[in-house]
Each structure stands twice: as C-alpha cells, then as structure tokens.
C-alpha cells in the first residue's frame, strides 16, 4: 500500500486577484537564477544592479543567506502597483502558489492557507500530477544562496 498525498485526487484552486498573497503582511519571495534572469530582462536590467535595487538578502530555516525582493515599507510587494507590474516575468514562488511544498504537506495545512486566501478550494480543479509537477519545480530552481 502506497501512501498516497492527500491530494492525489487534485485540489480546487482559481486566483480571485484578490493580491492578498502580494500585499499588507510582511514575507519573502525566494528567487531562482532563472526568476533573476527574467526579472532583470524584463526590467532591462543586468543582474547586479537588479538584485542592489530590488533584492535583499535573509536567513533561512537551515542558517543560510537567501535571495528575497524587497517589500515596500507598507509590506507590499516592491513590484505591486495596484497589480503586479512583472506579471509575465513573476517568479516561480509566485506562478506555482498555493501548490507549495508546504501547504500542499497535509490536508490542515491547506485549510489553513485556505482562511487566508478566497482562491482555495473554489474554481479549477488541479491533479494531483500537477501539483506534484508544481512542488517539484523547486528542486528543478532553487533558491539562490550565497
């Protein structure tokens, strides 16, 4: 007997743009080396000068120095502006939300994620091989550590 996710059989998930994952809280958004290479493209803007203007970097859970954008004073995203002005070019953490490692660990965890965000458990449905595909492009583009 397999020990299947709890969500093999796919969740429910469509984005209201309600932008609560974006604004008003403070958080982190992790960058890949592929997320920096498509926002400096996108900003016209070679790497370095990118991640002095826009990038800071924090701790993680293992010690190590990671790769977040910087958040506006008011906790918003730096690229919030009554909607996301990198849309095309936002990073994975921001494509593959809610179908996160950690929220999608446990059936309570979801829920809980659900409280926070109208887009849980309404609209589309997701397989489960899609969310799979979804948790497993973070080990396809980690996190930028230094």
Not at 14 to 19: D, E, I, L, P, V
Not at 123 to 129: A, I, N, P, V
Request: aromatic share 12%; charged share 25%; hydrophobic share 30%.
């Amino acid at each position: 007997m397999t020990n299947k996710p709890f969500y093999a059989s796919g969740l429910n998930f469509s984005c209201k743009r309600c932008s609560a994952c974006c604004r008003y809280d403070p958080g982190f958004v992790f960058l890949s080396e592929k997320d920096l290479e498509k926002l400096s493209c996108e900003l016209k803007m070679d790497n370095s000068r990118f991640i002095k203007k826009y990038c800071r970097w924090v701790m993680d859970w293992q010690g190590k120095e990671v790769l977040s954008l910087k958040e506006k004073a008011n906790k918003d995203c730096i690229f919030w502006d009554s909607s996301c002005t990198v849309y095309q070019a936002r990073p994975l953490q921001c494509r593959t939300f809610p179908f996160w490692e950690s929220i999608a660990a446990s059936a309570q965890s979801w829920e809980v994620t659900a409280c926070e965000c109208p887009g849980i458990n309404s609209g589309t449905l997701h397989s489960g091989k899609e969310i799979d595909e979804n948790i497993k492009s973070r080990i396809r583009e980690p996190i930028i550590n230094r």
